[in-house]
């Protein structure tokens, strides 16, 4: 099979990570008998500093040709870099919104797994942890605040701002059908995370996606308001299979899920849209302070690159033996720095990379 992969470096440890999952695709495509046509778009502060904004329409569309696009991570400090001086449609993040929206990418999956050989880094009490987790965030992607109208104005001579929280019932039905497709492969049950008893989209969100289980009889549903759910995730996360949840609110829940693994340098993401398409990025960001110094952790880029080869390419085998490669790296002691701790041996990013691509 011939892949056609976008590639966005991006920004700050971006270049360097991104360098790290290609060493590794290319490893399991040459032992896989397949090939990849690889291009490189800008997005973000690279984009910015050569074409004056975050993400041009020929960078679009080269995206639009592939078969799946495979990220680092954009931005920088949002106090000292020049690009936060810009005005806010004009900022790296910007690009990520209008990538998102313009590739229809509704489905934002965020697995947060414990690693058993990571169990040490999870912050949680021991006879918490010791339950171990492994769920699923399916947070709605296109949609919500972060795409509703907004405004800043002055009325009488005091400033006001407006955000709009909207959902129309086919946007709820797209991510929530994904959301049951996901949990049958899993363990068969959904946490649908609403704000039922304040707002109306929550409302008509929890509706709809009750609509939606009487198509998965052998799935279970639960509903939980998100103030409940960022408490539960730190009192009983074992619970969680997948957390079904609208833009905002799985903002926020994400990371927090993933603090909790106390490895969020092993997290990958992936943005799908109704095809096989996907944008797959690591969960953390682009990490400016240790930016060049090949001491980023390659592996949450990586595992996203796995989960491209499952996604977008149904490559299974390919994938698992990516995973495989992570979880034996990890037996044999071997740690960036992020995740060290005693006894380990600490590697750097590239480092890191050729271990993996030994192991595949
Ligand atoms: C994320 C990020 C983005 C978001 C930012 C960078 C716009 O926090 O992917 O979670 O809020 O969606
Ligand atoms: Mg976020």
């Known amino acids: 099979m011939e892949l056609k992969i976008t590639c966005i470096p991006g920004d700050g440890i971006g270049p360097e990570i991104v360098a790290e999952a290609k060493k590794v695709l290319n490893k399991t495509v040459e032992k896989f008998g397949h090939s990849i046509q690889y291009t490189d778009i800008l997005m973000g502060g690279a984009s910015i500093d050569v074409h004056g904004v975050p993400l041009t329409d020929e960078a679009i569309a080269t995206a639009k040709s592939a078969d799946a696009v495979l990220m680092g991570s954009i931005g920088g400090d949002t106090t000292t870099s020049p690009w936060y001086k810009l005005e806010p449609s004009l900022r790296p993040e910007a690009g990520l919104l209008k990538i998102r ?3 229809n990418l509704f489905a934002n999956l965020r697995p947060a797994i414990l690693y058993d050989e990571l169990a040490g880094a999870c912050p949680l009490k021991e006879e918490i942890s010791k339950a171990g987790f492994d769920m699923m965030i399916m947070r709605e992607l296109t949609g919500g605040l972060y795409f509703g109208e907004r405004k800043t104005v002055t009325e009488n001579g005091v400033r006001k701002a407006i955000d709009t929280l909207t959902y129309n ?3 709820i039905r797209r991510i929530a059908i994904k ?3 996901i949990a049958r492969k899993r363990k068969k049950k959904v946490t649908s995370v609403d704000k039922a008893n304040v707002l109306d989209s929550s409302r008509l969100w929890r509706a709809v996606v009750e609509e939606v289980a009487k198509d998965y009889p052998d799935v279970t549903l639960e509903h939980m308001l998100v103030d409940n759910c960022a408490m539960q995730l730190v009192k009983n996360p074992a619970q969680f299979d997948v957390i079904l ?8 829940l994400s990371d927090e899920a993933s603090m909790v693994t106390g490895s969020i340098g092993m997290l ?3 943005s799908l849209n109704d095809s096989k398409f996907g944008l797959y990025e690591p969960s953390h960001g682009s990490a400016p302070d240790i930016a060049g110094k090949n001491i980023a952790n390659p592996i949450a880029t990586i595992l996203s690159a796995a989960m491209m080869l499952r996604f977008t390419f149904d490559l299974d085998k390919e ?3 990516i995973e495989a490669a992570v979880k034996q790296v990890l037996k044999e002691g071997y740690r960036t720095v992020d995740i060290m701790s005693e006894g380990c041996t600490q590697v750097s990013c590239s480092e890191m990379g050729d271990l993996l691509v030994e192991r595949i």
């Open 179 to 181: 959301g049951f497709d």
């Open 319 to 321: 994938a698992d033996a």
């Open 169 to 171: 019932e086919e946007e």
């Open 101 to 103: 929206k313009e590739l």
């Open 245 to 252: 949840t609208e833009n905002m609110f799985g903002d926020i």
């Open 268 to 270: 990958a993401s992936a």
